[in-house]
Antibody, heavy 121, light 109 residues
Framework: QITLKESGPTLVRPTQTLTLTCTLS??????????VGWFRQPPGKAPEWLAL???????RYSPFLKTRLMVTKDTSKNQVTLTLTNMDPMDAAMYYC?????????????WGQGALVTVAS | QSALTQPPSASGSPGQSVTISCTGS?????????VSWYQQHPGKAPKLIIY???KRPSGVPDRFSGSKSGNTASLTVSGLRPEDEADYYC?????????FGTGTKVTVL
């Protein structure tokens, strides 16, 4: 059974860096074709795709955030980490990681419960 | 970034059908088959219900169906049930990006 769980700070100060960890279970990012995506969703708004990291370390980023975003993986810990620099109150949202449906593009079949991040001084 | 356009709300009585549209451009919805739909209940993570325009992941009832014509994709929920009351979002690959729709709240009357 595939599960994902996000963890990290609930409050970040403006200009600080956000680091969120996604712990994977039921699959491994050592398996060819596997990938984990990151999304965020401000309260009452639509989700936004942020990034995708593949089993081979290839990473894709939202063109609107790519200068501030980095996604890495640690297969020994079955974890994926998202780093977002220079946080702003506009970055406050629920952040989700999700398992990529391997047979296609832009479809994610298992999601974590989400991590709510507030940005305030 | 340009979001895909969805109607803010849709409704139907139990047993009826409701169809939600998702309008983009030739750069996203109209350009390929990679259109997905998600259902989201309050306080929950999105759930994939349609991918590649009209395919259903395992476990999703065939009451949910998808289609596409030109730059507009559609999701139809047939035989509405109370548990179908939720927010629905379309999403499409758009080159190096993946864009979401504005979302539609479906109410079961």
């Amino acid at each position: 059974q595939i599960t994902l769980k996000e963890s990290g700070p609930t409050l970040v100060r403006p200009t600080q860096t956000l680091t969120l960890t996604c712990t994977l279970s039921g699959f491994s990012l050592t398996t060819p074709g596997e990938g984990v995506g990151w999304f965020r969703q401000p309260p009452g708004k639509a989700p936004e795709w942020l990034a995708l990291i593949y089993w081979d370390d290839d990473a894709r980023y939202s063109p609107f955030l790519k200068t501030r975003l980095m996604v890495t993986k640690d297969t020994s810990k079955n974890q994926v980490t998202l780093t977002l620099t220079n946080m702003d109150p506009m970055d406050a949202a629920m952040y989700y990681c999700a398992h990529r449906l391997m047979t296609t593009v832009n479809a994610y079949d298992y999601w974590g419960q989400g991590a709510l991040v507030t940005v305030a001084s | 970034q340009s979001a895909l356009t969805q109607p803010p709300s849709a409704s139907g009585s139990p047993g009826q059908s409701v169809t939600i549209s998702c309008t983009g451009s030739s750069s996203d919805v109209g350009g390929h088959i990679y259109v997905s739909w998600y259902q989201q209940h309050p306080g929950k993570a999105p759930k994939l219900i349609i991918y590649e325009v009209n395919k259903r992941p395992s476990g999703v009832p065939d009451r949910f169906s998808g289609s596409k014509s030109g730059n507009t994709a559609s999701l139809t929920v047939s035989g509405l049930r109370p548990e179908d009351e939720a927010d629905y979002y379309c999403t499409s690959n758009a080159g190096s990006n993946n864009v979401f729709g504005t979302g539609t709240k479906v109410t079961v009357l």
